[in-house]
C-alpha cells in the first residue's frame, strides 16, 4: 500500500477459542485456559491478520462523523480517510451502509467479585466474552481490599484478570481508613495506575463508610489527583428500613426496594456532593437511580461544580414492577442497589442524559444465577444484589435512545464509550477512530436486529433481567486489539489477550483546581489582626 507504506505481514499463530451464540445447553461452552465447560470446540480465527481494513463505512467519533476507511496494522489505527488502497496481504471487512465507532467501554462492572457470601458468575474471561459479544471492547472493574488492604486486594485481582479477553482497567474501593490506607493509595497512582477510588455509603457493617473516612479520602484522592467515586445511599437509613420490612412482615424482594427509597439516594448524593465541594474535588457518583439524586447532580452541575453522573442501564430501561412477581426467581433477578425505581425515573434519567445532566453509562454488571438469589427466599437481605448489562448495553441504548431520536448517533459514541476515556485519561488512545488510537472498534449495523435471552446471551447466569426485549441496530462486528473477535454471530476470543490499561492521574475533571482553590483562600479575608486588650 504505497500511501501508508509496506510492513512485514504475518499471522498469528496462536490458536483462538470461540463459540458460536449458544442454546440453553450450550452456554458455558468456553474454552478457558484449556479447560472447556461442557463439549469445548477450539479452532483458529478467521481474521487473525495484523493488518486490516474497514471499507466503505461512517466513521463516528463524539466530535463528529463522516464517509471514510479505517485502515488497522498490529492494533493501531494508521489511517482514517476515504479511498484507502491496500495489497493483497491486508484483510478487508466491508462495512457499507454501516456505523464504524469506537468499542464500547463499561465504566462500572463487577467480575469475580466476592460478595454476600458468594461469587459472580462471570470471572475475567466469561464477562468479557459477553461484553465482546456485545460491542464493548474494555471495561474498568472495582477492585476490593483483603481485610482493608489495597496492595493485597489488587494482587487478588490481577490473578483474577489473567484469563482476560479483552481490555481492562481497575477502580480501587477504599472501606477502612489509616496510615497505611494512605500510603497504599499513593502506589496505586503512583506505580499501579488506577486514578479512581469508591467509597461506600452503603452497606452497614461491611463497606460503608463515616463521613470522617469519606472526607479523608476525599482530600487524598484530590492530593493525588485521583477520581473520588461513591455509592450514594444512608446506610444507617436503609438499615432501619430493612428492619422496618422485616418487622411488618415483608421478607421478598419487593422488601429490598421498600426499605432504600430514593429520598435514601438523593439524600447520600447530596451529602457526598456537598462534602466534595467543602474539599473542592470532583466527585463521581456511581449508578444513579433516581430522580432524587439526578437532581441534585442537576444543581450542583448548574452551580460550577465538577460532579459526574453515571446512570447505569438497568436504571434506563427498566422499572420496578418486577420485584413484585408473584415467582421467586423472576422477582429476586431484579434486585440490585440502589434498587430499581418506580416507572418515571427511568424516563427521567433518560432525559437527563440527553441534555447533558448526566455523562457516560455504565452498567453495575454483577451477575448471580437463580440457585444464588434463592439464598433470600425467606428473607430479602440474603439476595446478592447485581444484574447483568454488559453484553446488553451497547444495543439497548441504541435503540432506547437513538431510535427514539433522544440522542444523536455522536451522543451515542460519547455516552458509551468516549466520555468514559476522558473522565479516566484513556482518551484518545481509547474511545476513538483517530489515527494512533488503539483498534477497538465496532461495525454497527443500524438495519439490523436483536432479540435478547439467557438462553443466547454468553454471561453464564441463566437469569437475564431484559429477557424477550427485541430492538433494533446490532453490532454485526467487533475488533480487539485489531482481531476481529465478533463476527456472523461466532464469538472467537484468547483467554489471556487482555491488557491492562492504566488511567493516569489528574484527567481534565482536575484543571482549574488550583484557581478555585486560591480563590477561596483570598475570600476568607481572614485570620484578622486584633489587638489584644491591656487591663
Known sequence: MERIGQRLFFLLSLSVFFFTSPSNSQRDQFCEDGIGYGESQCGISSRSSTKLLIKGGTVVNAHKQENADVYVEDGIIVAVEPNIKVGDDVAVIDATGKFVM???????????????????????????AAALAGGTTMHIDFVLPVNGSLTAGLE???????????????????????????REMEIMVKEKGINSFKFFMAYKGSFMVS????????????????????HAENGDAVYEGQKRMIELGITGPEGHALSRPPVLEGEATSRAIRLAA?????????????????????KARKLGQKVIGEPVLSGLLLDDSGLWDPDFTTAAKYVMSPPIRASGHNKALQAALSTGILQLIGTDNCVFNSTQKAFGIDDFRNIP???????????????????????????????????????????????????GSDADIIIFNPNSSFKISASSHHSRSDLNVYEGREGKGKVD????????????????????????????????????????????????????KRFKSTT
Open 102 to 128: 469506537p468499542g464500547g467501554i463499561d465504566p462500572h462492572t463487577h467480575l469475580a467479585m466476592e460478595f454476600m457470601g458468594t461469587e459472580t458468575v462471570d470471572d475475567f474471561f466469561s464477562g468479557q
Open 156 to 182: 487478588v485481582y490481577e490473578k483474577k484478570a489473567k484469563k482476560s479477553c479483552m481490555d481492562y482497567g481497575f477502580h480501587m474501593a477504599i472501606t477502612k481508613w489509616d496510615e497505611v490506607v494512605s
Open 211 to 230: 463521613d470522617e473516612l469519606l472526607l479523608e479520602g476525599l482530600k487524598k484522592c484530590k492530593s493525588l489527583g485521583a477520581l473520588a467515586m461513591v
Open 278 to 298: 467543602f474539599v473542592n474535588t470532583p466527585l463521581y457518583i456511581v449508578h444513579v437511580m433516581s430522580i432524587d439524586a439526578m437532581e441534585e447532580i442537576a
Open 385 to 435: 444484589n447485581g444484574v447483568n448489562g454488559i453484553e446488553e448495553r451497547m444495543h439497548l441504548v441504541w435503540d432506547t435512545m437513538v431510535e427514539s431520536g433522544q440522542i444523536s448517533v455522536t451522543d451515542y459514541v460519547r455516552l458509551t464509550s468516549t466520555e468514559c476515556a476522558r473522565i479516566f485519561n484513556i482518551y484518545p488512545r481509547k474511545g476513538a477512530i483517530l489515527v
Open 477 to 528: 462486528v467487533t475488533i480487539s486489539g485489531g482481531r476481529v473477535v465478533w463476527e456472523n454471530d461466532e464469538l472467537k476470543v484468547i483467554p489471556g489477550s487482555g491488557k491492562y490499561v492504566k488511567t493516569p492521574p489528574f484527567s481534565y475533571l482536575f484543571h482549574g483546581l488550583d484557581k478555585a482553590d486560591a480563590l477561596y483562600l483570598s475570600s476568607l479575608r481572614a485570620p484578622v
